[in-house]
């Protein structure tokens, strides 16, 4: 085998790759999605309960629609 070229392939396999190209771009957002949101703990042994640092008065939603709760970022400490 001197080289393998894309112009052997049966055709029936273009649709096969473009789906799985899909589904891997699909899988990677799905991941980078889940691994950003605020309820994942990445560092576990500096603070173990993260949900104990959250203010009475300190929503971690993204979104209130009655604007009880003061402006929240996930970056403070």
Known sequence: MAGYSLTNVPSGVYPLFGVM????GGLGYFLYH???APDVIWARKSNPHPWLSVKPNQTSKL???FNRFEKWSRFSA
Do not use: G, H, I, R
């Open 63 to 65: 979104y209130d629609p």
């Open 21 to 24: 190209a899909f589904a891997v």
């Open 34 to 36: 889940k691994s950003t």
